[in-house]
């Protein structure tokens, strides 16, 4: 925890690593992006190309969304250019010139929703240098023109070390003889679930502490019923139930967390089975970031990335030669994955804005720090920026920021309670609402931190407290991460991230469920949700004999939700197997026992209805 504070304390926030149907609160705010400097690789500082007014009208004339938007100053050397409309968009003519280094040839690809296509060019672009697109849409004589003019970032390396593991509790790991690769944290409820408590299974992703890292699922007793071990320094967050192309799959990222208080890593999907559908990575030569992947109903995934570049940070009492965390934020189409939209917090969100202060050493500034990204029903998308505590609206055509709620700069006025501190998790709620968790806290600005609901006022530009929720039997202050899950019936779920607990109030704030993982655990969201899983590797299982020929088997099925009980059965041969008992399932791991004559065993699953849904191997024993 000294490492975490050393390395981030008043030079960065605290890390965070930190499809309910919704209606977008909507203003006539339509805010200008800052102008900002940025370094090339000879010059100290240079200006952006484009005043933050010019680049908003530029890319609001154009017919399509381009990206990198116009007036970008830090885009991917690697980046495409992607040009996103409605259906059949086409595009025609693309040219595209560096100051540097010249024309550049490339490849049209298209999308797999029919909105849009990207032009990847064949070789990379230059550190510094601008770079100007133009296009046609369409052909004949309906052909619109499309453009955007941008400049290359110049990229700076640094340190990827990881956070050193916390030493955490070595009783509060789970170990079983059947599985003995499964040995996550455990889970213990102290409040076990209520009456009118969500149906479901808890999405976990525990790392830190002791315990295996990874992708963990549980019912609402702690019990276990699914675990993915992560090897090779990777860890997991965000897991959780999401669509994709109609069905039900388990979501999650997994990667390396940097002491910078992000990630490096990507995405993946698994089916009901456990098998891998899809990675998603983040593209134009990023990698994905530990905050958010988030599906829509097209085949896409909302995404983040960060970008540490070289940055003349003097005019605000910064180093010179400074160096710059760059939130970014993308739209991925899943099945190609190619960049359909990206957005960078750098031009958008005014340095002024930012309760971080900039550091005097090289150490890179983190003045947004991007957390979560929801996309709205009016071509916008919601965003959290941890350390300027405001969320932001920004308008997907243009990448202008409608409107900004909290902060320095609110576009609303705070009711009594409103106001929140390094918050994360903001979503769009029905009926105009908007949810997020709000930490309170690194440095402390809250005695403990809260799940809260907001009811803005579009007519008033004012924004009142609609719900909030705090954990009655103890203060949890959470230094990062965390999340506010809605949950059917008006209950939410409250993560607390940074700690190991969790916590479900219904919708009058009373506690159904209240739980923990192992000491110095943390788990970057939880959420709960219905889940059926049928693995399809075969039931684990070892055996011992003891005394008077009584056999004692031990059976586990990592994901499998449908066993209701397990059966023994042993026999002189693996042909000629009987049944010698029946145990009710009892958590993750059942112990099985009865006199067993004949030295090969096996055991069978079995559901509510007595069928067999899965075999052992059988065993000698």
């Not at 304390?9 to 800052?34: F, H, I, N, Y």
């Not at 009594?416 to 600005?445: C, E, M, T, V």
Request: aromatic letters at 8%; one cysteine or more; hydrophobic letters at 35%.
């Amino acid at each position: 925890d000294d490492a975490q504070r050393a390395a981030e304390g008043q030079r960065g926030a605290r890390p965070a690593p930190g499809m309910t149907g919704r209606r977008p609160v909507a203003l006539a705010l339509l805010a200008s992006a800052s102008a900002l400097s940025a370094c090339g690789n000879s010059s100290p500082a240079r200006s952006a190309e484009l005043p933050p007014q010019a680049s908003v009208s530029a890319a609001s004339a154009n017919p399509v969304t381009v990206s990198p938007l116009p007036g970008t100053s830090d885009a991917s050397p690697a980046t495409q250019i992607s040009f996103l409309g409605g259906r059949g968009t086409r595009v025609s003519e693309v040219r595209v010139v560096g100051s540097r280094s010249g024309v550049h040839s490339g490849s049209v690809r298209a999308y797999s929703t029919g909105t849009g296509q990207s032009f990847l060019p064949a070789h990379p672009f230059l550190s510094g240098e601008q770079v100007q697109v133009t296009a046609r849409l369409g052909r004949g004589v309906g052909a619109r023109a499309a453009s955007t003019t941008f400049t290359v970032a110049d990229r700076a390396a640094v340190s990827e070390t990881e956070f050193p593991s916390t030493p955490g509790d070595a009783r509060a790991v789970q170990h079983y003889s059947s599985a003995p690769e499964v040995t996550p944290s455990t889970v213990s409820v102290t409040t076990p679930a209520q009456p009118g408590a969500a149906p479901g299974y808890l999405m976990l992703a525990p790392y830190q502490g002791q315990g295996s890292p990874g992708p963990m699922i549980v019912d609402q007793a702690g019990s276990l019923v699914w675990f993915h071990p992560l090897a090779n320094g990777r860890q997991a967050t965000n897991l959780g139930v999401q669509l994709y192309m109609g069905r039900p799959v388990l979501t999650w990222w997994q990667g390396r967390i940097l002491q910078l208080g992000f990630g490096v890593g990507e995405g993946v999907l698994y089916d009901t089975s456990y098998r891998q559908l899809a990675r998603i990575a983040a593209g134009n030569g990023y990698r994905a970031d530990l905050h958010e992947i988030r599906l829509t109903p097209q085949g896409t995934a909302w995404i983040d990335a960060f970008d540490p570049i070289h940055m003349n940070l003097s005019s605000v009492h910064g180093a010179a030669r400074g160096q710059l965390n760059d939130s970014i934020v993308q739209e991925i189409d899943i099945k190609t994955g190619l960049v359909m939209w990206e957005w960078h917090a750098l031009g958008h969100i005014p340095f002024a804005e930012s309760n971080n202060p900039p550091p005097s050493s090289s150490y890179p500034w983190d003045f947004a720090h991007v957390n979560s990204i929801d996309p709205g029903s009016a071509n916008d998308v919601l965003l959290s920026a941890r350390n300027t505590w405001a969320i932001y609206d920004v308008d997907i055509h243009s990448g202008a920021v409608r409107w900004r709620l909290g902060g320095t700069r609110s576009s609303f006025t705070m009711g009594p309670g409103a106001r929140f501190y390094w918050q994360h998790d903001a979503r769009f709620r029905p009926g105009g609402l908007i949810s997020l968790f709000d930490n309170g806290s690194y440095p402390p600005k809250e005695k403990e931190s809260r799940g809260l609901v907001l009811a803005p006022d579009l007519a008033k530009h004012t924004v009142a407290v609609a719900r909030q929720f705090t954990n009655p039997t103890r203060t949890l202050l959470a230094e990062s991460q965390g999340n506010a899950f809605s949950l059917p019936g008006g209950g939410w779920l409250l993560g607390y991230g940074r700690l190991p607990n969790f916590t479900e109030f219904d919708s009058s704030g009373h506690v159904l469920l209240d739980g923990s993982l192992g000491r110095d655990v943390q788990n970057f969201t939880t959420t709960l949700s219905p889940w059926h899983g049928r693995p399809l590797s075969t039931p684990s299982v070892t055996a011992t004999r003891g005394a008077g020929g009584t056999l004692t088997a031990a059976v586990s099925w990592n994901g499998a939700t449908d066993v209701v009980s397990w059966r023994l059965l042993s026999g002189a041969s693996p042909s000629r197997l009987a049944p010698r008992a029946t145990t009710a399932k009892t958590g993750f791991e059942t112990a099985v026992s009865a006199r067993a004559p004949g030295p090969y065993v096996a055991v069978q699953a079995l559901d509510g209805a007595g069928a067999v849904i899965g075999s052992s191997r059988v065993l000698k024993r």
